[in-house]
């Protein structure tokens, strides 16, 4: 089982960057491939970012291909979104995830963050 924590999140002006992390504790850190989703109000979870459990292969929302860049290091177990170029569009609670595969962890991961709040003003 793992527990999963995010941080770095904040407010920061259109075109400014960010670096979410996302910290896991528990067993076999490095089985799992994680990810990154996003909520903004009044709106559904979406996918943002995926990478596989050995960092190989990575998987992005077609928004944010060239300005987000998912890795992970699993020595610190730990996960990370830069995100570039930020945009007022990307205003939302940002939640890591878990999962088995990058095909499964899209659609339904086996472990959720509690999410970290993420404001780009105009």
């Known amino acids: 089982q793992l527990q999963l924590r995010e941080s770095g999140g904040g407010l920061v002006q259109a075109g400014e960057s960010l670096r979410l992390s996302c910290l896991a504790s528990?067993?076999?850190?490095?089985?799992?491939?994680m990810g990154w989703f996003r909520q903004a109000p009044g709106k559904e979870r979406e996918f943002v970012a995926a990478?596989?459990?050995?960092?190989?292969?990575?998987d992005y929302e077609n928004s944010v291909k060239g300005r987000f860049t998912i890795s992970r290091d699993n020595a610190k177990n730990t996960v990370y979104l830069q995100m570039n170029s930020l945009k007022p569009e990307d205003t939302a609670i940002y939640f890591c995830?878990?999962?088995?595969?990058?095909?499964?962890?899209?659609?339904?991961?086996?472990?959720w963050g509690q999410g970290t709040q993420v404001t780009v003003a105009s």
């Open positions: 528990g067993h076999s850190f490095d089985t799992y491939s």
């Open positions: 990478i596989t459990w050995a960092g190989t292969s990575t």
């Open positions: 995830a878990a999962g088995g595969m990058v095909v499964t962890l899209k659609k339904e991961p086996d472990y």
